[in-house]
């Protein structure tokens, strides 16, 4: 498959919904928790909604040459008293449309999440990848990431 | 030392900002990273502020019967279309001065926390604990969570 040349970084749209969630179920682990049904579920455009009304966390999709949802990834900005009073970005579902894989898409994503992070004078990124992903650890140590701490869950 | 009967868990105001700054200084990673000087620096105040207007960032502290704070925890509450649109809830920042630890404050905090979340809907509850802190990720899977996840780390 050729190199995608170039996607583009945009805010999410209320008509990506469904092609996000497509991507957040073809996963080993998302594929348990999602509801891939047509129509979608309302919860999934109750949660877009909820999302743009949080004016710390963007939603964001990469967008290939033909206007195609390739990727998407959510940012948000955490103020906090630690460090200085620093604020932190968490980045969270991370996600490449299967067939778009290895092209370079994934850290696209992240570089501009870091850029988002630094323009928004975070001193830190930082991100939970669960244990099974082994690649995905692996990716986000090239970009620089160290895995400095444990990723601790309570689910209900 | 006698247990602590009780502490109450009350939105954290301007005037507690030194006095979380001296707890998260009291630590041994928290140390090198903050500044405990008097004046406090304008920073944390700054950051007081930035939280103020996050409606989705709660930042608590645990007083004691006298009024005397004695803990602190950061919750934030993060939309996000996975596990069928779930709100999931971050904890940070958990502290209890070191003159009153092991008398139950920080499960009080904890309890407090996941209590919120159950309130806001969230089906997880996640954390971030540093590789070195074995006796916190002792005390977290005491409270049910588990090592499930990778916390990756990017420091500008």
């Given at each position: 498959m050729a190199a995608i040349s170039s996607v583009t970084i945009r805010r999410a749209r209320r008509e990506d919904v469904g092609i996000i969630v497509a991507m957040l179920a073809d996963d080993p682990l998302g594929s348990a928790r999602e509801r891939l049904e047509e129509p979608l579920p309302a919860c999934y455009f109750r949660a877009f909604d909820a999302l743009e009304q949080a004016s710390q966390i963007k939603l964001v999709v990469a967008e290939d040459?033909?206007?195609?949802?390739?990727g998407c990834l959510q940012l948000c900005i955490l103020p906090g008293l630690s460090s200085q009073g620093a604020s932190r970005a968490l980045v969270e579902d991370v996600r490449v449309a299967s067939q778009c894989r290895s092209q370079g898409i994934g850290e696209r994503l992240m570089q501009w999440a870091i850029a988002d992070a630094r323009g928004n004078a975070c001193k830190l990124v930082e991100l939970f990848t669960h244990n099974t992903r082994v690649e995905a650890q692996r990716f986000y140590k090239r970009l620089?990431?160290?895995?400095?701490h444990v990723g601790m869950t309570l689910r209900f």
């Open positions: 040459a033909d206007g195609i949802v390739v620089g990431f160290a895995p400095s």
